[in-house]
């Protein structure tokens, strides 16, 4: 093949997510991440002999939610089959998965790369258990490893794409839409550190303008956006130089190393791919109860693209902030408890913006030590005059130390806006006969001093004067 | 195992190795033919026309059981670990697996 030849990637996804239930998908183990190792389990999730799984009603829902999130048709009949593997930390020799009959198949989501918008089809998505742990303690288990089974049948689903995918930024769009989407519908927290999200990527190359798809590798242990975009990119680098080498690509199972920023070869999963799947005895098919899906649909929160259109064409705000309010589930949801308190959106867009997401850098609205309501309620306080927007920026360094209520916070530091003529005079004397120059200046037509004058008796009243009360009154005093 | 394909030697073998069995040279063939003439008897099924039966997946009908997602009790984690053929720290010892 020539040297010079372009290559297309074909990339899909597979995106696992851990259900965010409070136990077991199979057991009333905890699920809580962190704990000491082999805390969480029992004789069920470490396949103990005589045991049997009973499932649980919250996964289904959670499932059922994912699936309809990303319109995909939800079956009221799915089955339970058995994947046959042996590795150390799967206890049972098998895992229990979904196969031939999963719960979801066919939906979408849509992405946006480069301000364009494109939509990846869903394949499926099916509920499975995670497997446990293998740790590697040199320190505590020299030449050995030993196993943690925690995670053991933690409810997980899996949700492959369609092979839609052509570029490393589109797959990491695609990543961050997804996590995105589960947050919002409450499925999995999207705690990629924690291994709460993580994704299996499969890429090809084929010659550009071709249609057949290339031979495909398929990249485990992605899990971060920025390792899928790198693993992406690595991996379509490395088929292409060895296609232009006369080379092929064998299909093969490949591991992102994120320290040596390449994929390399899993001997171990070579001939794994035979699986023997059979359906569980253990588990009669899951049939969804008459109307369920329906009802869990009712329940359905507002997507993140809905919300996205509703502050935009319903609130006016401007596209840019409506995508900064709807990144995040927890963001939107602290703008809407702000606007539910008071009716200012553009305000109120502005402060959640400018003023408190700066002030998290970074960190999650979840840590704040206040709700949406008391920015809301601080807004309102702005509007009727009750402070001026310089003491809001007070109460919100209040508010970000210590919580409370704003209103409380204004009452008790006597911080309440001063709108007496009789009290703001004085101060607006004193700053004329200290600004000769300004005035004479305001007289000769440089009106634009006002603003100057305006601010001088603002900060002598340590922020408590109306502004508007200070406006009128300099003009009235200078003539204007 | 299609029609066209009985199971043979090969077939035998590599389910052994996948089910981490070892078998002799002898066992292999007694193995083979067992299982030949167990996928005749049932090739026998390819007689009827199961077109419109849907594939039987439980020989028993079982209604789908759910259970509320609240948390139990664990095992206490010495009564975990004596099922431990070799105890690492609080883990089940196991060969190192470095992919």
């Not at chain 1, 239930?21 to 004789?43: D, I, M, Y």
């Not at chain 1, 020299?142 to 995670?151: E, I, K, L, P, T």
């Not at chain 1, 390449?262 to 098919?285: C, N, Q, V, W």
């Not at chain 1, 008391?374 to 309102?380: D, F, N, P, Q």
Request: glycine content about 8%.
């Amino acid at each position: 093949m020539s040297n010079d030849i372009e290559f297309e990637p074909v990339i899909g996804l597979e995106v696992h997510a851990q259900l965010s239930t409070k136990t077991k998908l199979f057991c009333g183990c905890s699920t809580a991440f962190g704990a000491p190792p082999n805390t969480n389990v029992c004789e069920v999730c470490t396949g103990m002999p005589g045991v049997l799984p009973v499932l649980n009603a919250q996964a289904v829902e959670l499932a059922v939610r994912a699936g309809l999130g990303l319109h995909c048709t939800v079956h009221e009949r799915s089955q339970w089959s058995r994947k046959n593997y042996f590795y150390p930390d799967l206890p049972k020799g098998y895992q229990i998965s979904q196969y031939d009959k999963p719960i979801c198949t066919g939906g979408k989501l849509d992405i946006e790369v480069d301000g364009q918008t494109m939509t990846v089809g869903i394949t499926r998505i099916h509920m499975e258990e995670d497997a446990g742990k293998n740790v590697h303690d040199d320190l505590v288990a020299g030449a050995r490893s030993y196993v943690d089974f925690n995670r053991s049948s933690v409810p997980l689903i899996e949700i492959v794409s369609e092979p839609d995918i052509r570029s490393s930024a589109q797959a990491a769009a695609y990543m961050k839409a997804m996590r995105q989407l589960l947050r919002y519908l409450g499925v999995c927290d999207g705690n990629m550190e924690e291994g709460s999200l993580r994704c299996d990527a499969n890429v090809s190359v084929r010659p550009k303008g071709t249609e057949k798809f290339g031979t495909r590798a398929e990249i485990k242990n992605i899990n971060s956006f920025r390792f899928v975009q790198q693993a992406i990119d690595y991996e379509i680098e490395r088929q292409s130089e060895l296609i232009r080498a006369g080379g092929k690509v064998v299909q093969e199972t490949r591991l992102w190393d994120s320290q040596a920023k390449s994929t390399r070869s899993m001997r171990s999963k070579e001939e794994a791919h035979d699986y023997r799947y059979f359906p569980e005895p253990d588990l009669p098919d899951l049939v969804l109860r008459d109307g369920f899906v329906a009802e869990v649909g009712k329940r359905l929160p507002e997507l993140p693209s809905d919300k996205l259109t509703r502050y935009t064409s319903k609130l006016g705000l401007s596209p840019y902030d409506a995508k900064i309010l709807t990144e995040d589930a927890e963001v939107a949801a602290f703008f809407d408890a702000a606007l539910a308190t008071h009716k200012n959106t553009k305000s109120i867009a502005n402060w959640v913006i400018n003023e408190v997401l700066r002030e998290l850098k970074g960190n999650s609205v979840e840590s704040l030590k206040f709700k949406g309501d008391a920015i809301g309620e601080l807004v309102k306080l702005i509007d009727d005059s009750t402070i001026s927007g310089k003491i809001a920026k007070d109460v919100l360094v209040e508010l970000m130390a210590h919580g409370g209520s704003p209103r409380a916070i204004v009452d008790s530091k006597g911080w309440v806006q001063v709108t007496d003529t009789g009290a703001i005079e004085p101060i607006v004397d004193q700053v004329l006969a200290a600004n000769a120059e300004s005035v004479e200046k305001y007289k000769a037509g440089k009106t634009n001093v006002i603003g100057f004058l305006v601010g001088l008796v603002m900060k002598e009243s340590k922020g408590k004067a109306n502004p508007a009360m200070v406006n009128e009154l300099l003009k009235k005093k200078m003539g204007g | 195992m299609s029609k066209e394909a009985p199971i043979d030697r090969a077939a035998v073998l590599h389910v052994a190795k996948l089910a981490r069995l070892t078998v002799s040279d002898a066992e292999a063939d007694a193995l083979t033919r067992d299982m030949q003439s167990i996928l005749a008897y049932v090739k026998k099924l390819d007689e009827l026309d199961v077109a419109k039966v849907p594939a039987t997946s439980h020989a028993v009908h079982l209604e789908t059981l759910l259970r509320p997602d609240e948390p139990r009790p664990c095992m206490p984690l010495e009564k975990v670990i004596a099922n431990s053929p070799e105890r690492i720290g609080d883990g089940f010892g196991v060969p190192k697996i470095i992919e």
